[in-house]
C-alpha cells in the first residue's frame, strides 16, 4: 500500500521557522509532481508550493520568498522549509504526490494525499 507520512508541524512563535517532511512509502515506478498543500479552519484546501520531477517550483504568492520547497536526497521525499512564520500560516499542510504505481501488471497513474501535520503560529 502506497501511503505519505508527514513530520515536523508544530507549534512556534512568529517570525520562527519551521522544516515540513514528507516521505512516500510502498510500491512505487516513479514520482513526479508533489506539493504541499494547507487547509485553515473554516477555509478551502490551497496550494502553498509545489515542486516537479525535473526540479521546478511554484509557490503561492503568500508564501514566496519565505517557504522553500525541495526534494531529499532519500528517494520518494520532499520538504517544505517555513521561515518567518505568521499568525496566518496556521493551517493542516498536507503532502501530496503524483505517482505511478504497478497495478494489474500495468502502470497506473496516482495521486495520494498524506494525513497531514498541524502548524500553528502564535502572535
Known amino acids: 500500500q502506497v501511503q505519505l507520512v508527514e513530520s515536523g508541524g508544530g507549534l512556534v512563535q512568529a517570525g520562527g521557522s519551521l522544516r515540513l517532511s514528507c516521505a512516500a512509502s510502498?510500491?512505487?515506478?516513479?514520482?513526479?509532481?508533489m506539493g504541499w498543500y494547507r487547509q485553515a479552519p473554516g477555509k478551502q484546501r490551497e496550494l502553498v508550493a509545489a515542486?516537479?520531477?525535473?526540479?521546478?517550483?511554484n509557490y503561492a504568492g503568500s508564501v514566496e520568498g519565505r517557504f522553500t520547497i525541495s526534494r531529499g536526497n532519500a528517494k520518494f521525499t520532499v520538504y517544505l522549509q517555513m521561515n518567518s512564520l505568521k499568525p496566518e500560516d496556521t493551517a493542516v499542510y498536507y503532502c501530496?504526490?503524483?505517482?505511478?504505481?504497478?497495478?494489474?501488471?500495468?502502470?497506473?497513474?496516482?495521486?495520494?494525499w498524506g494525513q497531514g501535520t498541524l502548524v500553528t503560529v502564535s502572535s
Open positions: 515542486i516537479t520531477s525535473g526540479g521546478n517550483t
Open positions: 510502498g510500491s512505487i515506478l516513479s514520482l513526479n509532481d
Open positions: 501530496n504526490a503524483q505517482m505511478v504505481v504497478p497495478r494489474n501488471f500495468r502502470a497506473e497513474a496516482l495521486e495520494v
